[in-house]
């Protein structure tokens, strides 16, 4: 149970900021605000900002009409929620959804369909290499196009259903595949720039008749080092459990920077 007077005085220390920018700054240049977030673009752009001085903060991306669609609460648990009331309060109309560090105090809040994951950072600044992986040179750029988008959807249907970048999405910058000897597609994963412009891979794939080549681990690493010559760091998600992901990411020298659950609000605003 949240501690009232507590949570009063946590929601009177929040401020909402004029800039992205602002944010940024205050954050210590969080990654995952990194990644989803442009300094340079005015929140009447791109939706709005929050930060509370004990800790925490939450950011929204903006809908075509400048409203908050989805809300970010990036803070220790115990003190996510009293952030949370205090944004939806201070919104005109509720997001869509929101996410939030796992163990938050969610109660109360109807939310549809839930899910837990995971957001792990490589960043050369760490002074860490990243890892070879046999197989990279069997890695092979695909630029979206309508028929490798059809190939690809087709594909992830098989390799990874649940797959999040979903073929078409303007985001993703091109794909990494490695096909058998007949051409056909036996793995697969995006290289998608996000309004922080740091490479983030998604819809990583392989074929469950190539599973146990390493072949996932290969394209990881291709597209990582794709992102990684273009400045910046690399990131990705993927849904928790997931302990053989994990791994992978982990050996290829990934860090776990945020542990998020997210969910649709089960009424949200029109």
């Not at 595949?177 to 819809?203: F, H, I, K, P, T």
Request: overall charge negative; hydrophobic content about 40%.
């Amino acid at each position: 149970m949240i501690d009232v007077d507590n949570a009063e005085i946590r929601r009177a220390r929040i401020r909402r900021l004029g800039s992205m920018a602002e944010l940024v700054g205050l954050t210590g240049g969080d990654y995952l605000l990194r990644t989803d977030a442009a300094p340079e673009e005015s929140l009447a752009e791109q939706g709005a900002a929050w930060f509370a001085e004990d800790g925490g903060f939450a950011f929204g991306g903006s809908r075509e009409n400048g409203l908050v669609d989805w809300l970010t609460v990036i803070a220790a648990p115990e003190a996510a929620r009293p952030l949370l009331d205090h944004v939806l309060g201070d919104l005109t109309r509720a997001p869509h959804g929101f996410s939030v560090p796992r163990g938050t105090d969610v109660s109360g809040i109807e939310v549809a369909e839930p899910e837990a994951w995971d957001y792990m950072v490589f960043d050369p600044a760490w002074g860490v290499a990243l890892a070879t992986q046999p197989g990279e040179d069997r890695v092979e750029e695909l630029l979206p196009s309508p028929e490798a988008d059809a190939e690809i959807g087709d594909f992830l249907k098989v390799a990874n259903p649940t797959h999040s970048a979903k073929p078409g999405w303007d985001a993703i910058q091109m794909w990494g595949v490695v096909r058998g000897a007949d051409g056909e597609l036996l793995a697969c994963g995006a290289l998608c720039r996000r309004s922080g412009g740091n490479g983030y891979l998604a819809s990583i794939g392989t074929h469950p008749d190539a599973r146990g080549q390493g072949l996932g681990a290969a394209v990881s690493a291709w597209l990582t080092r794709r992102s990684l010559s273009e400045g910046g760091f690399c990131s990705l998600g993927h849904w928790y459990p997931n302990e053989p992901a994990r791994r992978i990411y982990a050996r290829l020298g990934y860090r776990t920077t945020h542990r998020m659950v997210s969910g649709r609000l089960a009424s949200p605003a029109a």
